[in-house]
C-alpha cells in the first residue's frame, strides 16, 4: 500500500501543489472549503443512499463501484486537507487527540459492542 | 509538525484500533459511515456559518475556535479513514490518482485563478 | 391536520415574521441559508445513523424520538421556506415543476418497484 | 403566487402520489429519505460554494441560476415532504411549534441584529 510510506505532510503536499499552481487559495477560505466538504460527503453518501445497510458492504465488490467510491473518498480527503494547509493544522495530532477524547468518553470496556449516543 | 513523520497507515491504525476495542466494526457499515462522514462536515460548517467568507480565514485566530474547528476537522478525518480501513481503500493512491484527473480537467494554465464549475 | 388549513404562503409569513421580528435578513443570504439547511438535514440524519434501514421505519414509534425528529424536519423546513422567501421563490409551483420532471425521467410503468440512478 | 392557495396537504399529495404510483414507498424508509434531504441539501449548496455571502444574494437575479435553484429547493422540499408523509408528521404543527420554542430561545428584543449561537 502507498498508505505504507506516504505520510501525511507528503499528502498534504500533492493537495497545497496542486491549489497554489492554479493560484486557488483565493477560493479556499475556511467557509468555502466547508462547503466543499459537506458536497463531497454527500456524493459520496449517494452511492449507498438507497440500499441495505448489509447490501453497502459488498457494494464495493464491484470494481466499478469501488472506484467511484475510492473517488468520492478522495475527494473528501482533499478538500479535508486543504483545509488543514489552510488552517496550518496537524492532522495526526488532531486526529490522536480527538481519539483520546473518544476514548474517555467511551470506554472500550463499557462500550464493547454498543454505540455511544454520538461516536 | 507530527504530520511530517506520520504516514497514512499509521493513522489508519489509530482509527481501527479505536475501532476494534470497542468491536463498532458491526456498525461501520459504509452507509452508515457516509452518513457520519457527511454528518461531522455539517458540525465542521456551523462553525463558518454566519460569517462572510473573509472572516472565515481569521475566525481561527482565537486559539478557542482554532481548537474547535480542529476537533470537527478530526472527526471527519477518523471518519474518511474509517471508510478507506473498512473498504481497503489506499487514501494516497487515491488522492494521487484524483490530482491526476484534477489536473488534466483543471489545466493549470486555463484555470489560474479561476474557479472551474466545479473542482 | 393543520397542514389541511395551512397554505404555503401562511407558513412561510410564520418564518418571515420570526426573521423580521430580530432583523435576521441579514443574515439570511442564500449562502448561508444553503448551510444551514445543509446543517439541520445533517442533524435530522443523525438520529438514523446507525440503526438499519427497516429499524428507521419504527423509530418514531417512540414519542420521544418522534418529538425528536418532527423539531429536526421542522428545522429543515424552516430553512427551506426562509430560503423561498429570501429568493421570492413560488415553492408549489417548483414542487409539482420537478415533479412533472421527474415523471417524464422515471414513467411509472417503468420504473415501478424500482429505483432510479437519481431519484 | 400557487402558495397563496396551496394547503400543505395538497402539497403533500403530489409527493405521496408520484411516490405510490412507482410503489417507492419500499425505498422511503426515513434513514433513506434523511440521505436524500442531506444530498439535496448539499446540491443547493453547490450553486453557493466558491462566491461571496454578498454575491450569493444577487446570484438568482440570472433567470438560469433563479431556476437551477428554485429545482434544487423543490428537490429538497419534496423529500422533506415525502418524511412528514412516511412518518405522518404534521409539518405546520411542527413548524409553528419550533418557532414559538426559537422565539423563548432568541427573544426578539435581545437577538435584534445578532444571530444566536446556534439559530
Chains 1, 2, 3, 4 share one sequence.
Request: net charge negative; aromatic share 8%; with cysteine.
Amino acid at each position: 500500500m502507498s498508505d505504507d510510506h506516504t505520510t501525511l505532510t507528503q499528502l498534504r503536499s500533492v493537495v497545497a501543489n496542486f491549489v497554489a499552481e492554479r493560484d486557488w487559495n483565493q477560493f479556499h477560505a475556511p467557509k468555502n472549503l466547508a462547503m466543499a466538504l459537506a458536497i463531497e460527503a454527500a456524493e459520496l453518501m449517494e452511492h449507498f443512499q438507497w440500499i441495505s445497510v448489509e447490501a453497502s458492504r459488498t457494494l464495493t465488490d464491484d470494481p466499478q463501484s469501488r472506484a467511484a467510491v475510492a473517488e468520492e473518498l478522495a475527494d473528501v480527503v482533499c478538500y479535508a486537507l486543504a483545509m488543514a494547509n489552510e488552517l496550518q493544522l496537524d492532522v495526526s495530532d488532531a486526529v490522536r487527540a480527538k481519539m483520546i477524547r473518544n476514548a474517555e468518553k467511551y470506554p472500550a470496556g463499557e462500550y464493547r459492542g454498543r454505540y455511544g449516543p454520538k461516536p
